[in-house]
Nanobody, 119 residues
Framework: QVHLVESGGGLVQAGGSLRLSCAASERTFRSYVSGWFRQAPGKEREFVAAIKWNDGTTYYADSVKGRFTISRDNAKNTVSLQMNSLKPEDTAVYYC????????????WGQGTQVTVSS
């Protein structure tokens, strides 16, 4: 069973930056699309960003466009989320996700990493 492992969460002041990274437990794991979701206390889980491995096409939620950047490292088989100009409303548990089949649900989820933005 492949696991996704996130790193890089933490506490930051508003306006600051954090970088999240995600790696699969097996280096031979190949994803079609990787991305990030988040869930704030008392709120539903929401999509943040995603990237296609074959051509690098990226997708973002409107709430993070222009502030967050998703990228992939083919050599290391990792996906990262650079978060700039963070706001208190970005506070949430961030989950790395992946799917290996086009037009399918995300079947691989990480355990989540906490991001807290103080005002």
């Amino acid at each position: 069973q492949v696991h996704l492992v996130e790193s890089g969460g933490g506490l930051v002041q508003a306006g600051g930056s954090l970088r999240l990274s995600c790696a699969a437990s097996e280096r031979t794991f190949r994803s079609y699309v990787s991305g990030w979701f988040r869930q704030a206390p008392g709120k539903e889980r929401e999509f943040v960003a995603a990237i296609k491995w074959n051509d690098g096409t990226t997708y973002y939620a409107d709430s993070v466009k222009g502030r967050f950047t998703i990228s992939r490292d083919n050599a290391k088989n990792t996906v990262s989320l650079q978060m700039n100009s963070l706001k208190p409303e970005d506070t949430a548990v961030y989950y790395c996700v992946a799917r290996t089949i086009p037009n399918s649900e995300y079947s691989y989820w990480g355990q989540g990493t906490q991001v807290t933005v103080s005002s």
